[in-house]
């Protein structure tokens, strides 16, 4: 069984049945025959229905996000928020899929050549639970508008957001069978590999399944794209705008109770402003509102899941543990349910648990450095790749450091996110391949040469 429970309270919403693997193998085997038929149809038609899905969303969205608030904990603004942006992403390729993927003419001796963009076929998505609308929707939108289908595998504690997902497209009018939810536990994702309808493998989740993913892909020569964990760098300069550095980092820390891959975890401060960054974010944090997610004035809600904070806690240990200064918090809280202290460790040196491992909760890590060229130093100190970004008045300079440092993506003078008109992945342990933006709806389609002579 698949069981749902509410991390805030800790009650059990509802078990589910899982496929069986004559069930999913049939299941697969209908989505294939749902896509011979789905990749003739028109850019057009597929994003009328594109826009359906974006309207569904919208009509739905409370009763969406109170499914994802009940349970992963989000707080409800946050997730009323999360589903306003997967409509955003499914018009944005309704209305740009076609062009992104129109025939490209290319000069040679020929006649006529051209580079064509073809669909692949059916696509297995492994998604994770902490966004659990969003990353599916942004993988789902580009690649149904490029004519392909796909077969989700959500995290095990969000199954009645999977099923939803799956009902969206139903009652947006696609095919019956193009997008279709397996409820299944991972143990059972390396048949749906193996499967030979399935042409190519999307992972965003941690270092340790993407690795897994990635050899059974490899083992039958199908492609894989991979979002993996993070350590963001969060670069303050000594020029850097404080007040607006401090409120952007704690809502860059702090969104999603710091369950986010691109959320700033590692804030990389000279030190020269290091006493009052500090300062002024723990007077922050102390100040934010635990409580339910559901009601507006909460402003840090629950871990998704007990592991979850039994994980946090560790790494915080290990780091005081290991000369990590502990500013503010540092343990779980006695409310009932999932709940971990704002928290921030400050003098943070490698070796520590926090300085180099993903820290998946709300903990601040500040680092500190004497140099610009130490900043950067540190901000690639790290086997992951995700994002970062940094803070300075002077627009070059952020410029300059925002290219020497190792990720898929820098932001200066603003907080680390996905925008559907922006390609977003990483690099390093951080994995391979984009999604978004025109790279996005290219990775799953057959880069097709055409010579006419």
Not at 109 to 130: C, H, Q, T
Not at 150 to 173: D, M, Q, T, Y
């Amino acid at each position: 069984m698949l069981v749902s429970f509410n991390p805030a309270t800790g009650e059990l919403l509802r078990e589910y049945r899982v496929h069986s693997p004559l069930e999913v193998s049939v299941i697969v085997d209908e989505v294939h025959a749902a896509w011979r038929a789905w990749k003739e149809t028109s850019f057009e038609s597929r994003g009328l229905l594109m826009k359906q899905a974006a309207m569904v969303l919208r009509t739905k969205k409370e009763e969406y996000a109170r499914l994802m608030t009940m349970e992963m904990g989000k707080l409800f603004r946050e997730s009323m928020a999360e589903i306003e942006k997967c409509a955003w992403v499914c018009d944005f390729y309704a209305d740009r899929g076609a062009e992104m993927l129109k025939d490209e003419e290319i000069a040679t001796d020929a006649s006529r050549s051209f580079v064509s963009f073809e669909p692949l076929g059916v696509i297995l998505a492994v998604m994770p639970w902490n966004f659990p609308f969003w990353q599916v929707i942004r993988f789902a939108a580009p690649v149904l508008m490029a004519g392909n289908a796909a077969v989700l595998k959500h995290a095990s504690n969000v199954p009645g957001c999977a099923l939803a997902i799956e009902e969206i497209f139903r009652e947006a009018g696609f095919p019956l069978n193009l997008f279709r939810t397996l409820m299944i536990p991972s143990s059972m994702v390396d048949a749906v590999i193996a499967n030979p309808a399935v042409v190519a493998a999307t992972l965003t989740g941690s270092e340790a399944a993407g690795s897994q993913v990635a050899s059974l892909a490899g083992k039958h020569l199908k492609k894989t794209v991979l979002e993996l964990g993070g350590a963001d760098p969060f670069i303050v300069l000594d020029d850097a705008d404080l007040d607006l550095a401090i409120k952007t980092a704690v809502t860059a820390r702090m969104i999603n109770q710091g369950q986010s891959c691109i959320a700033a975890k590692r804030f990389i401060v000279m030190d020269a402003v290091a006493f009052r960054f500090e300062t002024g974010i723990k007077e922050a944090l102390e100040a934010l509102q635990m409580g339910d997610p559901m009601l507006p004035e909460t402003q840090l809600g629950p871990l998704a899941r007990p592991d979850l904070v039994d994980e946090i806690e560790r790494q915080v240990e290990r780091s005081v543990a290991a000369g990590a200064r502990l500013v503010t918090g540092g343990s779980r809280s006695d409310r009932q349910g999932c709940y971990f202290q704002p928290t921030i460790l400050a003098d943070v040196r490698p070796g520590m648990p926090v300085y180099s491992e993903e820290t998946f909760g709300p903990v601040v890590t500040i680092i500190p450095v004497g140099s610009e060229a130490e900043a950067i130093r540190v901000a690639n100190d790290s086997p992951f790749g995700l994002g970062g970004c940094v803070w300075t008045r002077d627009l070059k300079r952020g410029e300059a450091v925002a290219r020497k440092v190792e990720t898929g993506a820098m932001f200066v003078n603003g907080m680390t996110k996905s925008d559907p008109r922006l390609p977003f992945g990483g690099i390093k342990k951080s994995g391979y391949g984009r999604e978004l933006g025109s790279y996005g709806i290219r990775e799953f389609v057959n880069i097709k040469t055409i010579w006419i002579g």
